[in-house]
């Protein structure tokens, strides 16, 4: 069974770093796409950041210089680190696995979400 369990979201103030994390199983974590999209209350969906299996990245203009992506193979993990965050990265964060390795990989499985909540 497929599994993506995102940890790690909160209550920031502005400014501030949190590192969210998801540990996924049921699949061949490292020969895949992963992605981190976000959806901001009363909102859609927001693509967040990608990485390949090699660890090339992608992020959107609203992350770069700001966040993170990662992974650990070895752990099975994902992880973005966002760093200055602001009000509007508000949102609840998901990870989710692609079926390829290819940046237009369609998507197949997402985690539940973590909710980042940034605020004074």
């Known amino acids: 069974e497929v599994q993506l369990v995102e940890s790690g979201g909160g209550l920031v103030q502005p400014g501030g770093s949190l590192t969210l994390s998801c540990l996924v199983s049921?699949?061949?974590?490292?020969?895949?796409?992963m992605m981190w999209v976000r959806q901001a209350p009363g909102k859609g969906l927001e693509w967040v950041s990608s990485?390949?299996?090699?660890?090339?990245?992608k992020y959107a203009d609203s992350a770069k210089g700001r966040f993170t992506v990662s992974r650990d193979n070895a752990k099975n993990t994902l992880y973005l680190r966002m760093n200055s965050l602001k009000p509007e990265d508000t949102a609840v964060y998901y990870c989710?696995?692609?079926?390829?390795?290819?940046?237009?990989?369609?998507?197949?499985?997402w985690g539940q979400g973590t909710l980042v909540t940034v605020s004074s």
């Open positions: 989710a696995k692609s079926i390829g390795n290819y940046w237009s990989s369609p998507l197949d499985a």
């Open positions: 049921g699949f061949t974590f490292n020969n895949l796409v």
């Open positions: 990485i390949s299996r090699s660890e090339n990245t």
